[in-house]
């Protein structure tokens, strides 16, 4: 069971550059997640998709964009990266309900140079 | 809305030792809580979870944490700390809508 996988694992972008996170889940989960994960900071939600074909923002969702492609994918594109983007991203799934827990990719480690 | 705070980002604590994460939370409907552990280079596992019912929850590793509605607090503890449970654990409230929030993170040290 591969369970939530995100692509790529780590990478090194210019300022300006554009890049799109991956994420796949294999649950047959109607809600997805996307989190940035900081020093200090905790985690923060960017965006989430309740449900196939809707999506909403969380607490920091300036300078990205997502993609609910169906119910398996839900992915995150930056369009100008900044500096201020360097940070780890998680990519997350679950079921509708709000008692359920969310299961975890490992991770994208993205830099900003 | 909800949100999630937790006390102390860094906790030590020596082996053997009583392991207290303190994690307090604010919603405005019956919350749904959870606290998830973060292994270095790893993502998150779900160590424990409160929905309805019991107030005491039990968790994987011997860890446990107590609902107190009256306190909105969800502290996690554990009798007896273990080199192995040194890592980075989250709290995290869902209510209401499907949003999932965490908290700042506490940081577990164990000295031998």
């Known amino acids: 069971n591969a369970g939530v996988t995100q692509t790529p694992k780590f990478q090194v972008l210019k300022t300006g550059q554009s890049m799109t996170l991956q994420c796949a889940q294999d649950?047959?989960?109607?809600?997805m997640y996307w989190y940035r994960q900081d020093p200090g900071m905790g985690l923060r939600l960017i965006y989430y998709?309740?449900?196939?074909?809707?999506?909403d923002k969380g607490e920091v969702p300036n300078g990205y964009n997502v993609s609910r492609l169906n119910k398996r994918e839900f992915s995150l594109r930056l369009e100008s990266a900044a500096p201020s983007q360097t940070s780890v991203y998680f990519c997350?799934?679950?079921?509708?309900?709000?008692?359920?827990?969310?299961?975890f990719g490992q991770g994208t480690r993205l830099t900003v140079v | 809305a909800q949100s999630v705070t937790q006390l102390g980002s860094h906790v030590s604590v020596s082996e053997g030792a009583l392991v207290l994460l303190r994690c307090n939370y604010s919603?405005?409907?019956?919350?749904?809580l959870f606290w998830y552990v973060q292994y270095p280079n790893q993502g998150l596992q779900l160590l424990l979870k409160?929905?309805?019912?019991?107030?005491l929850v039990k968790g994987i590793n011997g860890f446990e944490a107590e609902f107190k509605k009256s306190e909105t607090s969800f502290h996690l503890t554990k009798p007896s700390a273990h080199m192995s449970d040194a890592a980075e654990y989250f709290c995290?409230?869902?209510?209401?809508?499907?949003?999932?929030?965490f908290g700042q993170g506490t940081r577990l040290t164990i000295n031998p």
């Open positions: 997350a799934s679950r079921e509708w309900t709000g008692n359920t827990e969310a299961f």
């Open positions: 649950m047959n989960h109607n809600s």
């Open positions: 998709s309740a449900s196939e074909g809707t999506t």
């Open positions: 919603s405005s409907v019956p919350p749904y």
């Open positions: 409160y929905t309805t019912g019991a107030t």
């Open positions: 995290a409230v869902s209510a209401g809508a499907q949003k999932l929030v």
